[in-house]
């Protein structure tokens, strides 16, 4: 098998590409990879250089992919190594630059080695690893993190030796609930009643909903949506990287996977949330508002996404990273991985020791938090 590093993903065809992405994944589609590069959201601004490794067989045929990224900083990453960056500077050491593969932004789980149905997939995960080093070692990087694999292929990581960080999301499961009403049922009675009297108090301030998907937005709709957006970022201090224009492209490129909530006060747009929808699954993304309403941030962001779930027959809803509020109302924590490669032996005995003592505290910390879930005790997931 040959491969290749393309420094940018217009240089594969987008059927091909797109052949190896599981369960209509939005996040590893095409599409929304693509969109990031051409629109500047990645990139040398950003310090997210795309060096994505494909995979091709002996007649030339595209058999496996992995999402990788040249990075200059730990910026959009939600697993944290501040603290490894800063030990080998003190160390007079360079962490920088490393390997990334992830989804820039975007922390939701998924496959990071793709590869064609029908193919041996413990093969082409065998021979994406092995490149990603030898690319690393040849970049003389510091090391390559694998951020949010799917459970499977992370057992695949740790028989390479990587080291394994593990950490906690919260995340909802679909046990074929008919409407919301019956998920609700299974709560205590006391959390029950609280998650109605949240939704009491959106309505008794008259507001309006709409779901919507991205492809049934108007430009106008966008552009509240987006200003959304950039009021989050620009309260939390933080970069909006994402573009107006990028937005508006996935709603034409993959708009059916694009799932908004927006929120109306006497005619007005003053809130709303983004998600996107694989096959299976609805990942939350970003919210922001105007104003703010009381419970609102709950309604837009977590019972109507629920909801939608229930109405199309969704599995799960993974709402993004943190938020312990988010136990009482039905997501449950979930142990969320990453692997990593580092490529002084020093320095991966010094951090083998830190993810081994971090890991018994995520998992006390998960452990502590089911036994707060809203569920009545038999139907505790």
Request: aromatic letters at 14%; charged letters at 25%; glycine letters at 6%.
């Amino acid at each position: 098998m040959h491969v290749t590093i393309l420094t940018a993903l217009s240089q594969v065809p987008r059927e091909e590409w797109n052949a190896l992405v599981p369960e209509e994944h939005p996040f590893l589609k095409y599409e929304f990879l693509s969109a990031l590069e051409s629109h500047g959201c990645v990139g040398e601004r950003f310090g997210w250089l795309p060096q994505h490794i494909v995979l091709y067989d002996s007649v030339g045929r595209l058999v496996g992919a992995m999402p990788l990224y040249l990075k200059f900083n730990s910026y959009g990453e939600f697993v944290f190594d501040m603290s490894w960056a800063q030990a080998y500077d003190r160390a007079n050491l360079d962490y920088y630059p490393k390997l990334v593969s992830a989804i820039p932004y975007t922390p939701v789980t998924g496959r990071r080695l793709l590869y064609a149905a029908g193919q041996e997939a413990a093969k082409i995960e065998q021979r994406l690893t092995s490149a990603a080093i030898e690319h690393a070692e040849k970049l003389g990087c510091s090391s390559i993190h694998w951020l949010f694999p799917s459970s499977e292929q992370h057992q695949h990581l740790m028989q390479h030796g990587l080291l394994s960080r593990m950490d906690c999301q919260f995340h909802w499961q679909n046990l074929g609930y008919r409407d919301f009403e019956n998920f609700l049922s299974r709560f205590t009675s006391r959390k029950r009643k609280n998650i109605r009297k949240e939704r009491r108090h959106v309505e008794s301030e008259a507001i309006r909903l709409k779901v919507l998907h991205g492809n049934e937005m108007s430009r106008e709709e966008w552009g509240h949506l987006y200003q959304f957006y950039r009021l989050t970022f620009e309260r939390k201090q933080g970069l909006p990287t994402l573009s107006l224009a990028f937005f508006l492209e996935l709603s034409e490129s993959m708009g059916d996977q694009v799932v908004v909530v927006l929120a109306y006060k006497e005619g007005r747009c003053v809130a709303g949330a983004l998600n996107y929808r694989s096959a299976n699954t609805l990942y939350g993304r970003h919210w922001g508002c105007y104003k703010e309403f009381r419970s609102l941030h709950f309604e837009v962001c977590y019972y109507q996404g629920i909801e939608y779930c229930i109405t199309h027959g969704l599995e799960r809803f993974e709402p993004g990273a943190q938020g312990e509020y988010k136990a009482s109302r039905g997501f449950s924590p979930t142990a969320t991985y990453s692997a990593h490669w580092i490529a002084d032996p020093r320095f991966r005995d010094a951090i083998a020791e830190f993810v081994t003592h971090e890991q018994s505290h995520v998992q006390a910390y998960i452990d502590q938090m089911r036994s707060h879930s809203p569920y009545k005790k038999p139907d505790n997931p």
